[in-house]
């Protein structure tokens, strides 16, 4: 019996330990192949069939922050975009999962089924008719980034539900006895609710902020062909895609890498959150 | 069933019925104030010492009236024909005509505002018969104040929901609308506003996706819509599986280390995808690592196809979604697994039930049950998974039989992605988004029905 359970645990582990090289192999190449220079005199740039380098170099990086791209541009537009995108998107929820959550009224069911069917919709289909929406008010190309800040921010108030069920587990006798108290709804809303909802706050706001980090169609839609416009999805896809082989697709890797750090920090550090977020939002549905 | 579907039929003709005998009826009875409202929003509310509420319904005539003659009025009027006077060259200045676009899409607007003015006009009307209501009773109206501070308490709703279902509306149910109405005209590359007026043409963009042949869309669109189904089905079914199957292992015991498993399965989620997926697109290259080492090792002769043969790219767009998929899965089978009580599981090993039963007849049907809706939203979610595919092989490789540049992993919302962007074919991709839309809500409408969870536990709340 115990020989059979190590044996077990044995096997177990080994899968354990493949399923890990798996999927942390694609990284490790990431890294590796960011140290590889693109001076043809060093060595080759493009594609090869080694992982590791022969020499390692700090030539990519060098080129980014060199100026002979707007990397830091991109990488600024990003940051700008997160950050507004996550903090005016999770009032937007707060504020529709309150008011779903918390109050009956007329036209309520209508409002959560209607937004339901308009969800089913694919998101492409309005892409065309944003982008002239958008340039009437000059908010394409040059004005690209405050323009996606505003579509994003503007229909995310759909995207309740997580917060709706999380609101739901908070007893209602609380809500009852503050105003009974006198308290009113604002009053309950900004100094009871949110204040003991942290966790789905920080879940809310974290899943906002790493959207625009992976945003390519609509970013690459609106800014059309003003560089300076970018995200880093953006410019980095164009890297890839382009067919200058040597050299753009080792700059890709050290731009991915400068990247992926501060954004996979960040969230390792708010997991825990986003667990729960995960989870409570998977069994309500 | 069909009782209740009458019933309330019946309900919503009355309620109309309703309406208009309201507005009848406070015209008739109403003092001259009243009457007045009916043509100047507001003014009876504003005589009566509610001047806040007053002030507000005069401003949105006013602004009704300047939106119309301003912008309504050019497009409202056309919205039937789209647009008849062609752009011109006139010696060697450009005359412009009418502009098709503007006018569907101001003209969708104008429609809209009319109704929302509509409904207002209504509410105003409300307003002043109970204003009327409670003077007659003796009673006395609410402050201006108290009207102000209920949008903090007893109508906070309308406070909090104002800014978002305005931005709804504008950023995606005019949108929608708009695109719809495209289905059923010729907006495409020949017909491009401002230089080209294009104008309705009923069905026939939605014949021509059934045409089958080689002019027709039908083929390819069943084609590609049959693959739409088929990566839906292996993507959510098979990384559930494995990802639960994952999370058994790590909550297995005796295995230590639980925590490092789970940070390493998770750094996929962390890293954004057009990184990881970019760079695995490029591992997967005929020049790419795996092919390169295969060649080096002298496993094989010749690189192996993973993205330009059909089949074999489907194959790696799966397997590569695996990689995707499961931590995600991991994830939330991991904290549902350990809500199953243990003494389940102990009392099956003292019936000896081996650990396959066990699975078959206990953790099974309790996943199935709790993540039922979760299945659901994956699936719908993976239909139009547009980043996994578009960042791997943009629908490629290309396929001479298919037209619109559809190729062999190309998904519904890939092409219609395509159709946008390339080849500005705007009234089919239109099509092929109503499309998208059936099929998401078909298969929501089928499967909820289905879940275990909306059958047993209809009063859960």
């Not at chain 1, 921010?153 to 006798?173: E, N, Q, R």
Request: charged share 15%; net charge positive.
């Amino acid at each position: 019996m115990k020989t059979k359970k190590k044996i077990g645990n044995a096997i177990t582990y080994i899968v354990l330990i493949i399923i890990s090289i798996i999927w942390l192999f694609p990284f490790f190449g990431l890294i590796m192949q960011s140290f590889r220079s693109y001076d043809p005199a060093v060595e080759y740039g493009g594609m090869v069939d080694y992982i590791i380098p022969k020499h390692f170099s700090l030539d990519n990086y060098r080129f980014l922050f060199s100026g002979e791209t707007n990397f830091l541009v991109w990488y600024k537009n990003t940051i700008i975009l997160a950050v507004f995108i996550s903090a005016l998107q999770t009032v937007m929820v707060l504020c529709v999962s309150y008011a779903l959550s918390r109050m009956r009224f007329k036209g309520r069911t209508f409002l959560m089924r209607f937004w339901l069917i308009l969800g089913m919709f694919p998101g492409f289909l309005t892409m065309i008719c944003l982008y002239f929406l958008l340039k009437e008010f000059g908010l394409t190309q040059s004005g690209a980034i405050p323009g996606l800040i505003l579509v994003s921010v503007a229909s995310s108030g759909m995207g309740y539900y997580v917060c709706k069920g999380f609101f739901d587990t908070i007893p209602k006798a609380l809500d009852e006895a503050a105003r009974i108290d006198g308290a009113s709804r604002a009053r309950i809303f900004l100094t009871m609710i949110i204040p003991m909802s942290k966790p789905i706050i920080i879940y809310t706001a974290l899943v906002a902020f790493m959207a625009p980090w992976c945003d390519y169609v609509f970013a690459s839609y609106i800014a059309f062909g003003h560089d300076m416009s970018y995200n880093v999805a953006v410019a980095m896809t164009r890297w890839v895609w382009t067919n200058d082989y040597q050299g753009y697709f080792t700059r890709f890797c050290a731009g991915g890498i400068l990247i992926a750090v501060p954004v996979t920090i960040l969230f390792m550090c708010l997991q825990r959150y986003y667990v729960e977020g995960v989870t409570g939002g998977a069994v309500k549905g | 069933m069909g009782k209740a579907k009458s019933q309330t039929m019946a309900e919503r003709g009355n309620a109309v019925a309703n309406v208009f005998k309201n507005i009848a009826v406070t015209f008739k009875e109403g003092d001259w104030k009243t009457r007045v409202s009916y043509l100047i929003m507001g003014f009876g509310e504003l005589l009566r010492g509610q001047w806040l509420k007053g002030i507000a319904l005069m401003l949105c005539e006013a602004g009704f009236i300047a939106y119309m003659i301003s912008v309504g009025r050019k497009y409202l009027p056309k919205i039937t024909t789209l647009g008849t006077e062609v752009t011109k060259k006139v010696s060697r200045k450009t005359v412009y005509g009418d502009n098709s676009f503007l006018i569907l899409l101001f003209g969708l607007l104008s429609i809209f505002v009319v109704l929302a003015f509509i409904v207002l006009w209504y509410v105003n009307i409300c307003e002043n018969r109970e204003e009327e209501k409670l003077l007659k009773e003796g009673k006395k109206l609410p402050t201006n104040q108290k009207v102000f501070l209920s949008l903090f308490d007893s109508n906070f709703d309308k406070t909090l929901l104002a800014i978002p279902v305005i931005g709804i509306f504008v950023f995606t149910v005019l949108p929608i609308v708009f695109m719809i109405c495209v289905a059923f005209t010729n907006y495409d590359k020949n017909h491009q506003a401002p230089t080209n007026l294009f104008t309705w043409v009923g069905f026939e963009n939605f014949k021509n996706l059934v045409t089958f042949g080689s002019s027709g869309f039908g083929t390819t669109f069943f084609k590609v819509l049959g693959w739409t189904l088929v990566w839906a089905f292996f993507a959510t079914f098979i990384d559930y599986f494995l990802g639960m199957a994952v999370a058994m292992l790590i909550n297995k015991k005796d295995i230590k280390f639980k925590k490092l498993w789970r940070t390493i399965l998770v750094v996929t989620i962390a890293v954004p995808q057009f990184v990881s997926l970019l760079y695995v697109m490029k591992m997967f290259a005929n020049d790419g690592l795996i092919n390169g080492y295969l060649l080096k090792w002298g496993w094989i002769k010749q690189a192996i196809p993973f993205w330009t043969n059909p089949m074999l790219a489907r194959i790696t767009i799966i397997v590569v979604n695996i990689w995707i998929g499961i931590p995600y899965m991991m994830l939330i089978a991991t904290g549902l697994l350990m809500n199953i009580p243990e003494d389940l599981y102990e009392s099956a090993k003292i019936d000896g039930a081996n650990g396959w039963q066990m699975f078959r007849s206990i953790t099974l049907p309790y996943m199935l049950f709790v993540t039922g809706p979760f299945l659901l939203t994956q699936f719908t979610g993976n239909l139009n998974n547009f980043n996994v595919i578009y960042l791997l092989t943009q629908g490629q490789p290309q396929s001479m039989k298919l037209v619109e540049k559809a190729g062999s992993t190309d998904l519904l919302v890939t092409w219609l992605y395509k159709m946008t962007v390339n080849n500005t074919n705007y009234r089919m991709a239109a099509v092929i988004g109503i499309m998208v839309f059936v099929v998401t809500a078909v298969v929501s409408v089928i499967v909820y029905n289905m879940l275990p969870s909306v059958k047993d536990e209809e009063g859960f709340q």
